[in-house]
């Protein structure tokens, strides 16, 4: 079936520096939307993109989605050891009823 | 407060044994959904319901079973066909309409163990 793929699997940081991960897909996504799941909780939604090309931030996090809507990516700058957690990507394909399909995710570990 | 609740937390079963699990939403949401995280991977969609009393198979429907009799509620049962049962389980809502455009609202997990 048709899969979403995230990379890296892990990112270890030192506090202050920049992160990103990415996801990309073979087939066009429809929209694809973003959760942070912080360590033995559960995932939580940070934000939607659905057009190409489109671009969206909230504070430090940049989120972009490609031109051919087949990939995206998820910035932080400057982490912060708040910002600890698993990172995953959420697509949706035109022919798959609606279901979203996730990414593996990105295990996010940040040194103070 | 609304939300997902999911209980128990920590769930321990004997291999052979059927076990449901619960999922209560008082958000309204007509949409609600099962997925499966394994240590390392992503979720994967075991089942979902757009209505009451509709629900279809996700992508790792085998061995499972579920019910939508009730708005709030949605139960699933892990039976004993399913081959490897240990995991953390987690039931999401959302609104309804083109439902892969809203965002998913998730319970805090139930993690099972079976011996």
Redesign the interface.
Known sequence: GQQVMQIPQYQHVQEGEDFTTYCNSSTTLSNIQWYKQRPGGHPVFLIQLVKSGEVKKQKRLTFQFGEAKKNSSLHITATQTTDVGTYFCAGSFYNQGGKLIFGQGTELSVKP | DGGITQSPKYLFRKEGQNVTLSCEQNLNHDAMYW?RQDP??????IY?SQIVNDF?K??IAEGYSVSREKKESFPLTVTSAQKNPTAFY?C?SSVGG????N???????TRLTVL
């Not at chain 2, 965002?103 to 997990?109: D, I, K, N, S, T």
């Open positions: 997925y390392g991977q992503g979720l994967r969609l979902y279809q996700g992508d987690l999401a083109t439902f892969h455009y965002e998913q609202f998730f319970g805090p997990g």
